[in-house]
């Protein structure tokens, strides 16, 4: 795996290519290039009601503790955001029943809603 930096309309996304075998992979010279695409999180799910869980910090994913629509409690760990090689539990703010607005795997930015509870 090569780790890579890309910065597309002036926002910068933390990229991991894996490397193949010589002759695995082909290649297209002067391919046109217009955009690239870049998964996000689906927020269709996710209603106004209820408090609102935010990133502190840009990350990613590494794990749900809780599944989609159970009951969670304060100060429960429900998700896990993985910055800097260092595993940071999120916890729950309140009661309630959860809804995920994040998939494991994806990257958030600082201020991202992860989930709501409600």
Do not use: H
Not at 1 to 15: A, H, L, W
Not at 61 to 87: F, H, T
Not at 112 to 118: K, Q, S
């Amino acid at each position: 795996m090569r780790n890579f930096v890309v910065t597309i309309e002036g926002k910068s996304y933390s990229v991991s290519v894996e490397e193949v075998e010589s002759g695995a992979a082909q290649t297209t010279e002067n391919a046109d290039v217009k955009s690239a695409e870049i998964v996000s999180a689906p927020a269709a799910k996710v209603t106004a009601n209820g408090e609102k869980v935010v990133s502190p910090f840009p990350g990613l994913i590494k794990n749900l503790l809780v599944p989609d629509g159970s009951e969670v409690k304060k100060d429960q760990p429900i998700i896990v955001l993985e910055a800097m090689k260092m595993d940071n539990e999120i916890t729950a703010p309140c009661n309630g029943k959860i809804t995920f607005a994040v998939n494991k795997g994806v990257n958030v930015e600082t201020n991202a809603t992860l989930a709501v509870i409600g």
